[in-house]
Each structure stands twice: as structure tokens, then as C-alpha cells.
């Protein structure tokens, strides 16, 4: 089993930018491909990025790419998401998420959740 946590969210204004960190607790962290999803006002929980197990392949959402990096660091148990060019729209509680799958952009393959962290952009 993975516990997650994140942390790092706040208030930020459009064009600036935020750093998040998940740190997982459990020996098994290395094993699990790492996401980041978020939700925001309209309910859906949206998929932002998604890294492999061994950090070497990436995958993100079409609203952020370009913008935001995912990256993890076995040795200490975190993944992080850096978020550039902000943007209101990225308003969201962002959620850390574990899998067993290989690279997945589905919520429903991720078998662990941190509770979230707020982000908010303002305009």
C-alpha cells in the first residue's frame, strides 16, 4: 500500500508559478507509475501528467503541455509537478495518484490518492 501527500499549492498570479511534491510513504514507491490530476470547479477530475516508474517517459494533459513537468526521485519517495505560465483556468485542488499500470492517463487506474492541495491562479 502507497499513502500519499502533497504539498506546495497557494495562490499565485497568471504567468507566475508553482512547484507541487507528493511524498509517498511505502518501499514499493519505485514500483508505481506517478500521476497528477486535478479538479476544479466543474467536478470532473482531470488528468495533468503521468510519469514511469523509472522516470523515464512522461505523458501530459493537451491544456498543460508544454507548461508543466512531472519528475519523481525514487531515492526520496516524491514526485513533483512544476507548473510555469500559470493560468486561471489552471484553478484546481491537484491530486497525487499511484498505479501499477504502465504510463495511464485513466483515473481509474490509479490505485492510491493523496487527499489534494489547492492551487489557485488569480487573474
Known amino acids: 500500500q502507497v499513502q500519499l501527500v502533497e504539498s506546495g499549492g497557494g495562490l499565485v498570479q497568471a504567468g507566475g508559478s508553482l512547484r507541487l511534491s507528493c511524498a509517498a510513504s511505502g518501499r514499493t514507491f519505485s514500483s508505481y507509475a506517478m500521476g497528477w490530476f486535478r479538479q476544479g470547479s466543474g467536478n470532473v477530475r482531470e488528468f495533468v501528467a503521468a510519469i514511469t516508474w523509472n522516470g523515464v517517459s512522461t505523458r501530459y494533459g493537451d491544456s498543460v503541455q508544454g507548461r508543466f513537468t512531472i519528475s519523481r526521485d525514487n531515492a526520496k519517495n516524491t514526485v513533483s509537478l512544476q507548473m510555469n505560465s500559470l493560468k486561471p483556468e489552471d484553478t484546481a485542488i491537484y491530486y497525487c495518484?499511484?498505479?501499477?499500470?504502465?504510463?495511464?492517463?485513466?483515473?481509474?487506474?490509479?490505485?492510491?490518492w493523496g487527499q489534494g492541495t489547492q492551487v489557485t491562479v488569480s487573474s
Open positions: 495518484a499511484a498505479a501499477r499500470s504502465y504510463l495511464p492517463g485513466d483515473r481509474r487506474s490509479y490505485a492510491y
